[in-house]
């Protein structure tokens, strides 16, 4: 599976963004997909997933509120909504895809096998 993230910019704090996810080489449908970020000097964390087949969504609680996942099988897609946005949100943001992952380990990025690029995303105060 090849992932191709975009939708970030520059975004003023109380903005919204829209990422995407556009998926190639198999269907997403049996995939659990995922949204991470990392700042500068900072770890990869969580932001939010998808589980594959029930749809589940699950939200990191920094993001609780203010952010949606969404994923689009027609299009093989998925989708973050980020509202509400804080300059706490830079980062570069990416997608992940995974097949087989348990939904216990949803937020480890290790437990990924696919992986897009990521995008960039600037909130300014």
């Known amino acids: 599976v090849q992932l191709q993230a975009s939708g970030g910019g520059w975004v003023q704090a109380g903005g919204s963004l829209r990422l995407s996810c556009v998926a190639s080489?198999?269907?997403?449908?049996?995939?659990?997909m995922g949204w991470f970020r990392q700042a500068p000097g900072k770890e990869r964390e969580f932001v939010a997933a998808?589980?594959?087949?029930?749809?589940?969504?699950f939200l990191a609680d920094s993001v609780k509120g203010r952010f949606t996942i969404s994923k689009d099988n027609a299009k093989n897609a998925a989708y973050l909504q980020m509202n509400s946005l804080s300059p706490e949100d830079t980062a570069v943001y990416y997608c992940?895809?995974?097949?087989?992952?348990?939904?216990?380990?949803?937020?480890?990025?290790?437990?990924?096998?696919?992986w897009g690029q990521g995008t960039l995303v600037t909130v300014s105060s």
């Open positions: 992940a895809a995974d097949e087989s992952i348990i939904m216990s380990s949803i937020r480890i990025p290790r437990h990924y096998d696919y």
């Open positions: 080489g198999r269907t997403i449908s049996s995939y659990t």
């Open positions: 998808i589980f594959r087949r029930a749809g589940t969504p």
